[in-house]
């Protein structure tokens, strides 16, 4: 259960909460004497290629569990249950290592996260420094909240080893998450090595202290206490409140705002509130954004874009009417954004029913979501836009790899704006460069003389120079390059040495 809860959530306050709720339910393993929940009398459901459940020829003494079992039982509970006496009977490691892979092989998430950290639960107790090493090979687990599972339960059983590995952690945003439960286990609180795991966090123990005391706060109560503090402590406790507060009873939140007597401040609390409250429920948010800071366009903006990720058509019905009465596309462009990352040639469809003053705006924000979905689409319908899109198309840039260049080349000839040849040149000169530069240079002969070509002979060579930073005087020779333009790379040269 922890392990299945750490991975759902990543936020601070989560990752504590879950460890909070497995080891206040269990601190070992559970261990059932009877297989008699896992194999009721009545049939019942078989997981596809499960098989039939085995009886022991010997009534007194029921057969070994196998994973089998596990799906074979006919409930979540009793197929959790079944795992801990699966876990139970099993001694030896590379048995257990041998059910978490079959658990990893299996499309069923409880299996890949719930099962699993049955299993390791039991690896962990056999012997942790080897659970340890097991999960820092294993691709297929999430590594950063199984390493969590295993630390905060290796402390249970060997304190001292636990906080030796756990000095040793480089990365410090997974060392502060799991410093944050060692922070309020009650075995190094018996022992007193609680002091051991501040000494190891440093600075951050005061800051993970009272991030867990907010936490566990009563919302209503931590925003009345903060009313008696100034500055940015009462400011940031009264957001945490407010988030948590809307959380359990939005109105009741929004009534205690609206109540404050400072206006600034009461204008920030209603913001963080409507933002919080638009992650449940985008349209009362709405309401409310419109009903006590109607002049908010962006607060309005950011509620539209959240809606776009749930229903696109009632989001742009918004934005349209938010958009006819501000004056501000910028909400167009919001659900732009969102609608073009799953259906990028509906929105263009729309884009191209709007008026051509509003498209520049609304085609850069569709192109980087376009591009990103359909490379060469995006690309070619990006480059393919009139000279007064140049933005756009240096915006499509971004997208370029060694499948789609060519679609770059294609359109370098008809490119006339000095800034946008200059970058698709430079582009183009960086990947030929990358991948041969033989091909490179083929490339280079290729282009008609004049200005197009001494400037992209001018990029290959510094897109050379980069990767050859030591070859500059051959570069310099195979390239024809001279006067100032070599004087240039020679420069660039030396710079990087």
Same mark, same amino acid.
């Given at each position: 259960?922890?392990?299945?809860?750490?991975?759902?959530?990543?936020?601070?306050?989560?990752?504590?909460?879950?460890?909070?709720?497995?080891?206040?339910?269990?601190?070992?393993?559970?261990?059932?004497?009877?297989?008699?929940?896992?194999?009721?009398?009545?049939?019942?459901?078989?997981?596809?290629?499960?098989?039939?459940?085995?009886?022991?020829?010997?009534?007194?003494?029921?057969?070994?569990?196998?994973?089998?079992?596990?799906?074979?039982?006919?409930?979540?509970?009793?197929?959790?249950?079944?795992?801990?006496?699966?876990?139970?009977?099993?001694?030896?490691?590379?048995?257990?290592?041998?059910?978490?892979?079959?658990?990893?092989?299996?499309?069923?998430?409880?299996?890949?996260?719930?099962?699993?950290?049955?299993?390791?639960?039991?690896?962990?107790?056999?012997?942790?420094?080897?659970?340890?090493?097991?999960?820092?090979?294993?691709?297929?687990?999430?590594?950063?909240?199984?390493?969590?599972?295993?630390?905060?339960?290796?402390?249970?059983?060997?304190?001292?080893?636990?906080?030796?590995?756990?000095?040793?952690?480089?990365?410090?945003?997974?060392?502060?998450?799991?410093?944050?439960?060692?922070?309020?286990?009650?075995?190094?609180?018996?022992?007193?090595?609680?002091?051991?795991?501040?000494?190891?966090?440093?600075?951050?123990?005061?800051?993970?202290?009272?991030?867990?005391?907010?936490?566990?706060?009563?919302?209503?109560?931590?925003?009345?206490?903060?009313?008696?503090?100034?500055?940015?402590?009462?400011?940031?406790?009264?957001?945490?409140?407010?988030?948590?507060?809307?959380?359990?009873?939005?109105?009741?939140?929004?009534?205690?705002?609206?109540?404050?007597? +400072?206006?600034?401040?009461?204008?920030?609390? @209603?913001?963080?509130? *409507?933002?919080?409250?638009? $992650?449940? #429920? /985008?349209? !009362? =948010?709405?309401?409310?954004?419109?009903?006590?800071?109607?002049?908010?366009?962006?607060?309005?903006?950011?509620?539209?874009?959240?809606?776009?990720?749930?229903?696109?058509?009632?989001?742009?019905?918004?934005?349209?009417?938010?958009? +006819?009465?501000?004056?501000?596309?910028?909400? @167009?462009?919001?659900? *732009?954004?969102?609608?073009? $990352?799953? #259906? /990028?040639? !509906? =929105?263009?469809?729309?884009?191209?029913?709007?008026?051509?003053?509003?498209?520049?705006?609304?085609?850069?924000?569709?192109?980087?979501?376009?591009?990103?979905?359909?490379?060469?689409?995006?690309?070619?319908?990006?480059?393919?836009?009139?000279?007064?899109?140049?933005?756009?198309? @240096?915006?499509?840039?971004?997208?370029?790899?060694?499948?789609?260049?060519?679609?770059?080349?294609?359109?370098?000839?008809?490119?006339?704006?000095?800034?946008?040849?200059?970058?698709?040149?430079?582009?183009?000169?960086?990947?030929?460069?990358?991948?041969?530069?033989?091909?490179?240079?083929?490339?280079?002969?290729?282009?008609?003389?004049?200005?197009?070509?001494?400037?992209?002979?001018?990029?290959?060579?510094?897109?050379?120079?980069?990767?050859?930073?030591?070859?500059?005087?051959?570069?310099?020779?195979?390239?024809?390059?001279?006067?100032?333009?070599?004087?240039?790379?020679?420069?660039?040269?030396?710079?990087?040495?």
């Amino acid at each position: 259960m922890k392990y299945l809860i750490v991975v759902a959530i990543s936020a601070f306050g989560g990752f504590v909460g879950a460890w909070l709720l497995f080891n206040t339910m269990t601190t070992t393993p559970v261990m059932v004497e009877s297989n008699s929940l896992a194999r009721d009398a009545s049939p019942a459901p078989v997981r596809p290629g499960s098989g039939s459940r085995r009886t022991s020829s010997n009534p007194g003494h029921p057969a070994p569990l196998t994973f089998e079992d596990i799906g074979a039982s006919s409930t979540v509970f009793r197929q959790q249950l079944t795992a801990w006496q699966l876990a139970a009977q099993t001694d030896e490691i590379v048995t257990l290592e041998d059910l978490i892979d079959r658990c990893l092989d299996e499309l069923d998430p409880l299996y890949r996260t719930v099962i699993a950290s049955v299993l390791m639960e039991r690896y962990i107790e056999l012997d942790p420094v080897a659970a340890m090493a097991y999960v820092d090979k294993e691709y297929r687990l999430d590594r950063d909240a199984m390493q969590a599972h295993v630390l905060t339960s290796w402390v249970r059983y060997d304190p001292q080893a636990a906080l030796d590995y756990f000095r040793q952690i480089s990365d410090q945003r997974l060392k502060t998450n799991i410093g944050a439960m060692l922070l309020q286990d009650p075995v190094l609180a018996s022992t007193g090595l609680v002091s051991e795991v501040e000494l190891i966090l440093g600075s951050r123990a005061g800051q993970i202290r009272e991030r867990i005391e907010l936490q566990q706060a009563d919302p209503t109560i931590l925003f009345e206490s903060a009313l008696s503090m100034t500055g940015g402590q009462r400011q940031t406790r009264m957001m945490y409140a407010v988030n948590r507060w809307v959380e359990i009873d939005p109105e009741a939140a929004l009534e205690r705002i609206r109540n404050l007597d +400072r206006g600034t401040e009461q204008q920030t609390m @209603l913001q963080v509130a *409507v933002s919080r409250y638009a $992650q449940r #429920d /985008p349209e !009362a =948010a709405l309401d409310w954004a419109q009903l006590y800071q109607p002049e908010n366009v962006q607060l309005q903006t950011r509620i539209v874009g959240i809606m776009a990720q749930h229903d696109i058509d009632r989001a742009l019905i918004v934005a349209e009417d938010i958009a +006819r009465r501000s004056g501000d596309d910028n909400v @167009l462009s919001t659900v *732009v954004n969102t609608w073009g $990352q799953n #259906d /990028p040639a !509906a =929105a263009l469809a729309y884009i191209e029913t709007l008026p051509s003053s509003q498209r520049q705006n609304l085609y850069l924000n569709l192109v980087h979501a376009y591009v990103r979905k359909y490379p060469r689409q995006g690309l070619n319908w990006a480059l393919g836009l009139g000279p007064e899109y140049d933005a756009v198309k @240096l915006s499509a840039l971004g997208a370029i790899t060694s499948d789609n260049v060519d679609i770059v080349e294609q359109a370098l000839p008809g490119t006339t704006n000095t800034q946008t040849r200059g970058r698709f040149i430079t582009a183009i000169s960086n990947f030929k460069a990358a991948q041969d530069p033989d091909e490179a240079l083929t490339w280079l002969q290729s282009l008609p003389e004049g200005d197009l070509k001494r400037d992209a002979t001018h990029q290959l060579a510094f897109a050379m120079l980069r990767r050859q930073p030591d070859r500059v005087e051959e570069i310099i020779a195979e390239l024809e390059i001279t006067g100032e333009a070599a004087e240039r790379i020679r420069l660039a040269a030396r710079n990087r040495q």
